[in-house]
């Protein structure tokens, strides 16, 4: 399921995305915003979904990057005012348990990325750097399958409507 249904970052976030005033959490974050027309909770809300949404465009970039890039359209004060309760709350809405497997895979993918980087290379451990390199890039394939198969799922409940693709639809028989 699309949780965002405008990105138009220009757009107060909750005029285009009203469901999210269904959930109690993020009606309170709405209603203690006492700046006109809800301008600072609308703000982070964009931060918050093009950090964590998978539809993002930013979604897929490693975690520094990502930050680093929001920070450049938000100022770091409404960045850094994500906490972990809002991230879980809007994974709530969004998760299944591939889009977990999924989240879990990009987050180790971009650790071991970052202790590969981090490394220098020396004459001792150039063979454990490469062979790490060539196991990295069988992660990349595996994550890329997970992904495939999580972007297939959301466009087959996009072309119901949200409703399930029947075994012959989604391949279950071989």
């Known amino acids: 399921m699309e949780l965002i249904q405008d990105w138009d970052l220009s757009k107060n ?3 285009v995305n009203p469901k999210f005033l269904t959930v109690k959490f993020f009606m309170d974050i709405y ?6 027309d809800k301008v600072d909770s609308s703000n982070f809300m964009w931060c918050l979904a093009m950090y964590i949404d998978y539809d993002s465009i930013y979604f897929y970039m490693n975690t520094e990057d990502r930050k680093a890039t929001i920070m450049e359209i938000y100022t770091p ?6 906490q972990n309760i809002h991230i879980d709350k809007y994974n709530l809405l969004q998760n299944d348990s591939e889009k977990r497997y999924l989240a879990t895979w ?3 993918v971009d650790e071991i990325d970052k202790v590969i980087k981090d490394t220098p290379i020396t ?3 150039m063979e454990d750097i490469t062979k790490q390199l060539l196991n990295l890039d069988k992660l ?3 994550k890329d399958e997970i992904t495939k198969r999580v972007n297939k799922k ?4 996009r072309n119901r409507g949200g409703g399930q693709a029947s075994v ?7």
């Open 31 to 36: 209603n203690m915003d006492e700046t006109s």
């Open 106 to 108: 990009n987050l180790k």
């Open 154 to 157: 959301q466009v087959d409940e």
């Open 168 to 174: 012959l639809e989604s391949d279950m028989l071989g």
């Open 77 to 82: 004060q409404v960045f850094n005012t994500i």
């Open 140 to 142: 990349l394939k595996q």
């Open 123 to 125: 004459l001792e451990n």
């Open 13 to 15: 976030f909750w005029d």
